[in-house]
């Protein structure tokens, strides 16, 4: 029962940080309906203009942070001119298979920059395990995932206080309806993309510094925990990404536990499998989904 | 107040606007009817800036607005209560009216004003203003998407088919708080189905077939059961 428990505490520490990728993706597909296929990439270039300036300049772990922001920021707006906003009325597949081919691009740009297998990226705190009522925490978890959790609020009250963070969700709601309000839907597509690409670079930042090492794959590995957290949640739902990735977190964890390190994956994509089958809105997607349908239906 | 001179719409290669021509009051009720398929919602689309027109041009207080974005119209003062209410269904009544409000956040006091009078002359409103727009009634959903239209202190409400899909009760309301805005001061381009009850409050009314206006003038004046025939069933049928 303690190791149940043990692994639970650990899968959510862990699962934070794939809930903050999870939001990422969930804005962006919330406010255009379209999956960006490179979020992950663009994040890993933030990671990887973090290393350099570790490697370069021996900076400490809040210029690591800011540059690991700016850089996943500006990837990020690169992404969106390019495979978005270009591709504006027409075709969402258009948009997806040239945020597929983007996500090549940079990965390639990252593998022939930095042709060495891994580089090496500061820790945030050092190795200190915590004891807190029988279970042990590591220091890095704890305060990985207590900085997660004030990003994550502070998106909720960005989103549900503020005007931008109501224009956010009437264009995620309907576009069309949002402009009938005056509402710039391509600006708030814009700031949209930067929030997430923040988010999402202060989620590689935090992950970055937990491994102490970044490796070209990171684009891919980011793109599929976020991907599984988002779908596991319900897309373009915020608080389903949250609780997606802690589930996802959770879920890992005990299954490296109980079945050991080559299954951690496959029960991850197997629990993927069911919910697309049997709930492919997600634990919460579904939920607005169905009410939309239905003030949808009294018209 | 709002001239529309010889607009072309088209979508691809289908003209959906043929050349339209209509104007609308300050202070009156002018009102379009057609049959499904006329243009009818095309026009206001046009109008408003979603879609841009081929050629033609829209003058607003005399400035153009064809093709302009639909910000921009929106700023100029012309507000459209869309066709199937399209409120913000997961949004509460509130939060749908301050979306409503979004280009005047800056004038706090007008806005909250604005707020409280709204949910006075929509008191249904304000029973359920903290209530996901989506749960709300048929009716209570046009009345919203009225007043979240009225936030924004429109020169212009434009209306497309606000009966529709209710009931006729709920029409006859919806009428009379046509009538009432516009008694209090508010311009209004109304699109309908039911010519009858839009016969009753319009001061000037159009008959568009097939992407043309084919008939203008004043309720009272015509036989208006030939137009509300052609309204509803297009010339074919006369």
Redesign the interface.
């Known amino acids: 029962m303690i190791d149940f428990i043990q692994n639970s505490v650990d899968g959510i520490m862990i699962g934070s940080r794939y809930a903050l990728l999870a939001i990422g993706f969930t804005l962006i597909f919330g406010v255009m309906r379209r999956l960006n296929l490179s979020y992950g990439p663009s994040i890993m270039i933030g990671v990887f203009v973090g290393t350099f300036i570790f490697i370069e300049f021996k900076a400490g772990w809040m210029a690591v942070a800011a540059a690991t922001l700016v850089g996943a920021v500006i990837a990020g707006i690169y992404v969106e001119r390019l495979c978005f906003w270009a591709i504006r009325q027409g075709a969402a597949l258009a948009s997806m298979v040239s945020s597929f081919a983007i996500w090549m691009q940079l990965e390639e740009f990252v593998t022939l920059s930095f042709p060495d297998r891994t580089y090496p990226f500061p820790p945030l705190t050092g190795d200190v395990p915590l004891k807190i009522a029988g279970i042990s925490i590591q220091l890095s978890y704890l305060v990985m995932f207590a900085m997660a959790t004030t990003l994550m609020l502070a998106l909720n009250l960005a989103l549900y206080r503020t005007?931008f963070g109501?224009?956010v969700?009437?264009v995620s709601?309907?576009p069309?309806?949002?402009?009938?309000?005056?509402?710039?839907t391509s600006r708030v597509i814009f700031f949209a993309f930067v929030v997430a690409s923040a988010l999402g670079g202060f989620a590689g930042f935090l992950i970055a510094a937990n491994e102490q090492q970044v490796t070209p794959l990171f684009g891919l590995w980011a793109t599929f925990k976020g991907l599984i957290a988002m779908m596991l949640g319900g897309m373009g739902s915020v608080p389903g990404a949250i609780l997606g990735g802690f589930l996802l977190g959770v879920i890992e964890r005990q299954a490296t536990w109980y079945l050991g390190a080559e299954f951690r994956d496959l029960v991850a994509y197997g629990l993927l499998f069911v919910f697309l089958a049997f709930r492919p809105g997600g634990l919460l997607g579904q939920r607005?989904a169905e009410?939309?349908r239905?003030?949808?239906r009294?018209? | 107040m709002l001239e529309v001179r010889d607009i072309v719409t088209a979508y691809g290669k289908i003209e959906a606007l043929k050349g339209v021509t209509l104007s609308a009051k300050e202070n009156q009720i002018t009102c379009l009817l057609g049959p499904n398929g006329a243009g009818k919602t095309t026009l206001m689309m046009t109008i408003?800036?979603?879609l841009r027109p081929r050629a033609g041009s829209i003058r607003f207080h005399g400035d153009e607005i064809a093709g302009a974005?639909?910000?921009q119209v929106?700023?100029r003062g012309i507000?459209?209560v869309?066709e199937?209410?399209?409120?913000?269904?997961?949004?509460t009544v509130q939060?749908n009216l301050?979306?409503?409000a979004?280009?005047r956040?800056r004038d706090k006091a007008g806005v909250a004003e604005d707020l409280e009078r709204m949910l006075t002359r929509f008191p249904r409103l304000r029973e359920r203003s903290t209530q996901?727009?989506?749960?709300?009634?048929?009716g209570e959903?046009q009345m919203l998407a009225v007043a979240?239209?009225l936030m924004?202190r429109p020169d212009l409400l434009l209306m497309d088919e606000p009966s529709?899909?209710l009931a006729p009760l709920i029409v006859d309301e919806i009428f009379e708080i046509i009538a009432e805005l516009n008694n209090d001061g508010t311009s209004i381009f109304l699109v309908e189905q039911n010519a009858h009850k839009a016969l009753e409050v319009a001061h000037r009314f159009y008959l568009i077939e097939q992407g043309k206006v084919t008939f203008e003038g004043t309720p009272g004046d015509v036989a208006e059961d030939e137009v509300i025939q052609r309204a509803y069933l297009g010339s074919g049928a006369v």
Do not use: H
Not at chain 1, 176 to 184: D, K, P
Not at chain 2, 132 to 138: D, I, N, P, V
């Open positions: 005007r109501l224009a969700r009437a709601e309907n069309v309806a949002a402009r009938f309000m005056g509402i710039n607005l009410r939309e239905l003030a949808l009294r018209v | 408003t800036g979603i974005p639909a910000p929106v700023k507000a459209l869309p199937n209410r399209l409120v913000f269904a997961d949004m939060e301050a979306a409503g979004y280009l956040a996901a727009a989506g749960t709300l009634s048929g959903q979240r239209a924004t529709l899909g």
